[in-house]
């Protein structure tokens, strides 16, 4: 019987993912909704406006020396969020290109400023007091965005079902404490869309064929 593939991230290096019984069952629905997905050329054309932003902020080990998260992780996170519009709003009122709250990007902004690293495109003083209007900006959300996400991967071994689960649901969802992603709809599904985005772009770049 074919597997469907489940692909995850382990700081830039792209592994085959075999999880327990009972979470793959959970999963496989969301990993073959989007198993053959497609990125619409007005999307991509979108996403091209902010590849120099992506490549430069994951060009940076934000946990573990010479470790950094994937740039084409980082698309895919932006195309499933947000589709690539800077100026999306959702529900919840998570903002711009990788759907930021507030509060989880000031929390990651003051540990940035507190860092020694000074970055392109945005400031120290941005960070310091990051304020909502600050999010519609795409060098800022590109740059949070690339933090969490490097910040997950260092907390859950790259594990994707775990990094998005943290990502969409929090960092502190009890789940995520005995090594399950989150039970949530929502979270399942953008895990199969990040997921479906991912080998989507990597194919685009003939470095992934099954």
């Known amino acids: 019987m074919h597997r469907l593939p489940f692909f995850i991230l382990f700081f830039g290096a792209m592994v085959q993912l075999c999880l327990p019984g009972s979470s793959q069952a959970n999963l ?11 990125v619409s050329s007005e999307a991509l054309e ?3 406006h902010y590849n120099h932003l992506i490549d430069y902020f994951t ?4 946990f ?13 996170l932006i195309l499933a969020e947000s589709g690539a519009d800077p100026n999306a709003v959702s529900s919840k009122n998570a903002i711009g290109l990788g759907q ?6 000031q929390m990651a902004a003051r540990d940035l400023y507190g860092s020694s690293t000074h970055f392109r495109y ?4 941005r960070l310091r007091d990051l304020s909502r209007d600050d999010l519609f900006d795409p060098a800022t959300n590109i740059l949070l965005t690339c933090y969490l996400i490097a910040k997950y991967n260092h907390m859950f071994d790259g594990r994707l079902d ?3 689960s943290a990502w969409n649901a929090g960092e502190n969802t009890s789940s ?12 399942k599904d953008l895990i199969g869309k990040v997921n479906g985005y991912y080998i989507f772009l990597l194919k685009q770049k003939g470095a992934l064929r099954y």
């Open 100 to 105: 930021i709250i507030l509060t989880t990007g």
């Open 64 to 76: 573990r020396p010479r470790y950094r998260v994937s740039a084409d992780f980082i698309r895919a």
């Open 176 to 187: 995520l404490a005995i090594g399950q992603h989150a039970p949530y709809l929502e979270t």
């Open 46 to 48: 979108r996403l091209n």
């Open 122 to 125: 945005v400031s120290k003083e």
């Open 59 to 62: 060009s940076f080990s934000y």
């Open 162 to 164: 775990l990094v998005i």
């Open 28 to 38: 496989s629905e969301y990993i073959r909704k989007y198993r053959s997905t497609a």
